[in-house]
């Protein structure tokens, strides 16, 4: 049979997130749509925000959220004007993810390890609606497209399935190689 090296399987792994990329994303990117005029131009002043830039910088959050399973936008109020920016942080770090009400489609707290050895874990609060303001109140949101169950507290890579093959495959050549 036709064996494939380890590079052409990693040069189609970036084919396939780079043809998802370009399908989702396309040429000229997304915009979000408002019916509201008010809202729209709260949207419109975040999405151009010059230390935001939504609309430049679609194609690698998209990417990112492909090859970790997950996003961890940590948001930043600024203190004078409330003007909302956001910083990504790397969900490798995050240790566990608790429930409000033991609800898995309600993630409640986000605990981070230790940054430096000795240092206290991070606990960062998820953004969600105030049942009595109707706002939205946290510090930060858990972005989780690909859970295998409902029940999952954390996504999977996009490309799970695909590295699954690729450890049966590395695998199968390693018996090989050892018999030869």
């Known amino acids: 049979g036709d ?3 380890i590079e052409d399987i990693l040069a189609a792994l970036q084919a396939i997130v780079d043809t998802y990329t370009s399908f989702c994303v396309g040429d000229s990117g997304v915009r979000p749509e408002v019916s509201n005029e008010k809202v729209a131009r709260v949207v419109d002043e975040f999405w151009r925000d ?11 959050l998209l990417r990112d959220a492909m090859l970790n399973g ?12 409330g003007r909302v920016r956001f910083r990504p942080l790397d969900p490798t770090q995050l240790t566990d993810v ?8 309600w993630p409640d707290k986000l605990i981070f390890r230790p940054a430096e050895a000795g240092g206290e874990e991070t606990r960062l609060t998820v953004v969600r609606v105030n049942d009595d303001t109707n706002l939205r109140e946290g510090q930060a949101m858990l972005f989780a497209p690909w859970k295998a169950l409902v029940t999952d507290r954390r996504g999977m890579p996009f490309m799970t399935g695909i590295l699954d093959w690729l450890d049966s495959y590395d695998l199968v050549l390693s018996n090989l190689i050892d018999r030869t």
């Open 3 to 5: 064996m494939r090296t």
């Open 50 to 60: 010059p230390r935001v830039r939504l609309g430049d910088i679609q194609t690698i």
């Open 70 to 81: 997950e996003q961890i936008p940590e948001f930043l109020v600024g203190a004078k004007g």
């Open 98 to 105: 608790t429930l409000e009400m033991d609800n898995p489609l």
